[in-house]
Structure formats: C-alpha cells, structure tokens
C-alpha cells in the first residue's frame, strides 16, 4: 500500500473487524516511514434514497456499524493518537443504488472530494446482502482511476472446522491460564505442584491450542484490559455496595417508597465478552435486573427512580467500556444524553 489516505467502504460481515485493524496498522506503518498523518474514511453505502431527513432501520444500522468501526478504530491505535486520524459517514443517501456501478460512482466521488488515494476493500463487503458484489466493484472502481486492495484476511468458512491453525501466542495464552488454574485448585506452589502443573498445562495447551481459542491473542491488548479490570472491580463492589444501602432504606422505610418499571435502551458496547459483563454487572447491582439481551439492545427491570437514574446515567456502560476499549471511548454518550439527542433530531 502506498497510500496515505485511505477510503474503506463497510457493511455488516464476518471479516469486517480484521479489515478495520489491518487498514489502521497500515496507517501507522505508513506514518512511521513517512512522516504525514494518513486519515482513514469508513463509509457505509445506504442502498436505500432517503427523500427526507429521517431515520429508517438502515441508517439506524449504519450509524450503529459505524460507532462500532470507530470503536475498534480506536483500539487499533491505540498510543499511537498523533499518528492517524478517523472519520465515519453514510454515502448515497440521496440517490438509488442498485448495481456495482452506481455503488463505485459514490466512492469515486467521495474519494475526489475528500482527496482519497485507495480505497481498501473488506473481503466480506456486501451492502445488497444476497447478490456478491465485489469482485465487480473493485473493477468499476479500478476503472474510475482509483488504487484499490482488498485487505488480506481470511474469510470464515461456510463449515467451520473444529481445529483452526493455532498461533504461538494462543499456545502460551492458554498454557499460562491452565498453569495458573491449576496452582490455584492445588494451593500450593511447592515443587511437586510447579512441576505437575506444568506437565498438565503443556498436555491441555498443545491438545487445545487450536480448539480454545478462536481469536488471536494480543499480550500487551490483554494486559491492559486486564490492568483496567483490576480497577473495574472495586469500582462495581462500590456501586454493589452503595445500591444496597439504597434498597436497604425502601425496604425499612414504612411506606416501601418502591416505583418498578421496564425500561430499555441501546448500549454502546459491542461484542459478546463486554455485552456480558455490562449485563451481569446491572444484575449484580441491588435495584436493577437485566431481564433481556438482544445484541447491544438492554431490557432491565428497574425497582425504584433512582436506580432507573443511575442507570440512564451510563456508570456502568462507560466503566465497561473503559475496561475493554480505553480512557478515549469511556467518554462516549451516556443512554440519557443519547435519548435526548434522538428526539432533539
């Protein structure tokens, strides 16, 4: 790649998350050896014309996917804030797009109006979801005189096989946890256990290595989340124990000052780890219970106005989020100021 402005058109697809990390590294390779700050531009092509300024169930999703994108962005920068800059749009909004050809006409022109030089293709890009349509858009696009590549990530197979290729990262990752597991059920760290806990690590490491695990592990990425952990958790014993004074007082209070409604709202966490812990951390908090899930759609029963306030309020959303994406994404919008900027719109 030899560009230093990219254009990366997304939909929803299997390889979209490794597409997002490989274009940002390439920025910052880029960067690093010469020396201008690369911009990244994710577009999300509508294929549906928008006559008024409103929102329909596409762009919700492609503001969605979009947020996403930004997110995962930002983790694959990481440190590096100076090195690479980001911006998300929805292209087409007011125009019909039905073949390969109307789909390149809009990248060809966002790329001449924000002087874009390539534009890096997701293997899985698809915005029409049942016809395939890259092969023909990147011929299209190539013909309008732009660079284009297709990122090299491999595609998830229709049948998944049980073993995948395993990396040496994954195999010590899973040898350390295991190491560590088993001292902990032996309770003791004396010779006999050291020993016989590394023999039982290397069995289930090399048995597993290709089974466990189906991401590849990032040491410095995971010491950092688990770094962030270890503050996130007194920070919820805090809040545990601050609800539960709170319940406490409607429970002793005579006239049981209780207010119970079903509430639901959007939360801005993505993947399933983190989609969990925000919901077992809700639960675990005295006043609210995570009833249902549904992708980052949150239903929670709420027992009184003040834990519907903390909630609205996005404490725990933004902690999550600090866990598993870092300081800049924990300042992302809280579910009450997302409200009100919805329904100023």
């Known amino acids: 790649m030899t560009s230093s402005r990219l254009l ?54 492609a503001q969605t ?45 966002y790329a001449s109006d924000h002087d874009l030089d390539c534009v890096v293709f997701d293997p899985g890009f698809n915005p029409l979801g049942t016809t395939p349509l890259l092969p023909p858009l990147q011929n299209e696009v190539r013909r309008a005189g732009i660079e284009i590549e297709e990122a090299p990530v491999q595609r998830e197979r229709r049948s998944p096989l049980l073993v995948r290729r395993g990396t040496l990262a994954q195999y010590l990752a899973l040898f350390g946890v295991s190491y560590v597991f088993y001292l902990l059920l032996a309770g003791s760290v ?29 040491p410095v990425r995971t010491g950092k989340r688990l770094g962030r952990f270890a503050l996130y958790v007194p920070y919820l014993l805090y809040e545990i124990a ?18 119970p409604e079903m509430v639901e709202f959007d939360a801005a966490v993505w993947s399933a780890l983190p989609v969990t812990t925000l919901a077992n951390s809700i639960t675990l908090t005295p006043g609210t219970l995570t009833v249902d899930v549904s992708r980052q759609h949150f239903t929670v029963h709420t027992l009184t106005r003040n834990s519907r306030e903390g909630l609205f309020s996005g404490t725990l959303e933004r902690a999550v989020r600090f866990v598993f994406y870092g300081r800049a994404v924990a300042r992302i919008p809280s579910p009450l100021e997302r409200r009100g900027t919805e329904e100023d719109e």
Do not use: C
């Not at 690093?32 to 169930?57: A, C, K, M, N």
């Not at 023999?199 to 597993?208: C, H, K, N, R």
């Not at 601050?242 to 207010?259: G, M, Q």
């Open 8 to 61: 990366v058109p997304v939909s929803e697809s299997s390889t979209l998350r490794n597409t997002v990390e490989y274009a940002v590294h390439q920025a910052i390779e880029h960067a690093t050896e010469t020396g201008p700050s690369p911009t990244i531009h994710f577009v999300y092509p509508l294929s549906e014309r928008l006559t008024f300024d409103t929102e329909t169930d596409e762009t919700q999703t």
């Open 190 to 218: 004396a010779t006999f256990e050291l020993v016989t806990g590394a023999i039982s690590a290397g069995i289930v490491a090399t048995a597993l290595w290709g089974i466990s695990l189906t991401t590849p592990a990032h």
């Open 242 to 259: 601050k609800a539960n004074v709170e319940i406490a007082y409607v429970v002793l209070h005579p006239d049981l000052p209780i207010d």
């Open 65 to 109: 996917l979009l947020e996403r994108v930004n997110v995962w962005a930002e983790e694959d920068r990481d440190e590096n804030v100076e090195a690479v800059t980001f911006e998300t749009a929805m292209i087409g909004t007011r125009e019909y797009l039905f073949s390969p050809s109307d789909y390149a006409d809009i990248l060809a022109r």
